[in-house]
């Protein structure tokens, strides 16, 4: 885990990063929202950077900026693994939170890490839920890599909370979008939307502006994405190079032939980079 920043007054981020050779650095975000009810949103990966079990640092984050025990709401936009990591120690160090979720996702995590069924809230994108002091609205983001996706508007801090959306893969690491040179953003903007979202070459140009126009007519003046550090006043640039997405160069992964390229050059091995079958 990194040093926790606060992306407003009343919310902090818990960032970790993953280094992904020949690609760049990957934040993988979960945020605390200090609320009359608080809430967490997603629970960090399971494992860090260097392979090692995240749980204790992520909870050891967690208590760094808050009680667990004063937490409230558990909010998982979905279950892929780097969104639901601490989420089984969180649970009994949050004996009154409850879980913010799809069906969907419920189910996903039923075969690896299943959730009380009596601590689940179940809110579909569109729907709200009053916390007091504030409303938070499920909204299904432009992009996407899991079916079952939902993130959040909060309507106190006008955050959006985007899930996957969003994210980039970085040069290094930053606490605020805007520092990061434009043209790395941009560029690691777009290849993490072809890796996460790669449908996004089949869908219809039309049917996806009015996606982002919808972000647009939400007008959230603090983007926070699990993959990008905080976006305050961003939202143009972020939906402009998005909206680029669908025409981009489609990603192809490494074949074998790479990876015997990249293992010789990491071990110096030239002999390692033929490929045998
Ligand atoms: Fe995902
Ligand atoms: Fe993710």
């Known amino acids: ?12 981020v818990l960032p970790m990063y993953f280094p992904i050779p020949g690609f760049g650095s990957l934040p993988i975000n979960a945020f ?4 009359e009810q608080p809430v967490l949103i997603d629970t960090g990966s399971p494992l860090d950077g260097d392979g090692a079990d995240s749980t204790e640092h992520f909870m050891d984050s967690l208590r760094s900026v808050i009680d667990p025990a004063d937490l409230k709401w558990i909010w998982i936009t979905h279950a892929d ?14 004996p009154d939170a409850k879980v913010v979720t799809t069906f969907l996702t419920v189910g996903r995590m039923s075969v690896f890490s299943p959730l009380p069924m009596d601590r689940v809230y179940l809110l579909n994108p569109g729907q709200s839920l009053d916390i007091g002091d504030r409303t938070l ?5 432009p992009s996407f890599d899991a079916a079952d996706t939902a993130g959040l508007y909060d309507s106190k801090s006008k955050a959006f909370f985007s899930s996957d959306c969003f994210g980039a893969l970085l040069p290094g690491q930053a606490e605020a979008a805007g520092d990061i040179a434009q043209a790395d953003l941009e560029a690691g903007q777009l290849l993490w ?30 983007i926070l994405s699990s993959h990008l550090p905080a976006a305050r006043g961003m939202n143009e640039r972020l939906l402009g190079t998005l909206a680029t997405a669908p025409n981009a160069t489609p990603w192809v992964g490494p074949d074998q032939e790479a990876l ?17 079958v």
Request: no cysteine; charged share 20%.
């Open 1 to 12: 885990m990194e040093q926790t920043y606060k992306a407003a007054a009343d919310i902090d």
């Open 32 to 35: 605390v929202i200090k609320g």
């Open 81 to 94: 693994m780097d969104h639901v990591g601490s989420v089984q120690q969180i649970l009994k160090e949050a």
């Open 137 to 141: 609205t499920s909204v299904q983001p």
């Open 193 to 222: 939307a072809t890796i996460d979202s790669p449908w996004l070459h089949k869908v219809d140009s039309t049917t996806f502006a009015a996606s982002l126009n919808a972000i647009r007519q939400m007008d959230p003046e603090l």
């Open 260 to 276: 015997m390229q990249m293992m010789a050059q990491i071990t110096g091995d030239e002999s390692r980079a033929e490929v045998t």
